[in-house]
Nanobody, 119 residues
Framework: QVQLVESGGGLVQPGGSLRLSCVAS????????MGWYRQSPGTPRELVAS??????TNYADSVKGRFTITGGGARITDLQMDNLRPDDTAVYYC??????????????WGQGTQVTVSS
């Protein structure tokens, strides 16, 4: 069993910052990728950022230079979000691709945390 627990969402004014955190727990042998998707009304589900075990990262064009993802290889990932804009408002979902003992790698999801950017 795997559980991903997210924290750090909330309400912030434009230009402000939030830090999201996601912790994966369970009988985990190795974590390969962790990251964040987001979903907002009228907007397609979007990969925001991810980090792989080798340290490589990926960012959506809309967040480059504003968001920074860390972790990824040790079952914890943080997403530092700076200079937030109203269009960053969404439910943010943590995901992890990891391997449990005696099982193949699979992808798991957190429950989501709301981020609202509004003046």
């Amino acid at each position: 069993q795997v559980q991903l627990v997210e924290s750090g969402g909330g309400l912030v004014q434009p230009g402000g910052s939030l830090r999201l955190s996601c912790v994966a727990s369970g009988d985990i042998f190795r974590t390969y990728t962790m990251g964040w998707y987001r979903q907002s009304p009228g907007t397609p589900r979007e990969l925001v950022a991810s980090i792989n075990r080798d340290g490589s990262t990926n960012y959506a064009d809309s967040v480059k230079g504003r968001f920074t993802i860390t972790g990824g290889g040790a079952r914890i990932t943080d997403l530092q979000m700076d200079n937030l804009r109203p269009d960053d408002t969404a439910v943010y979902y943590c995901y992890a691709r990891l391997q449990l003992f005696n099982e193949d790698a699979n992808t798991y999801w957190g429950q989501g945390t709301q981020v609202t950017v509004s003046s």
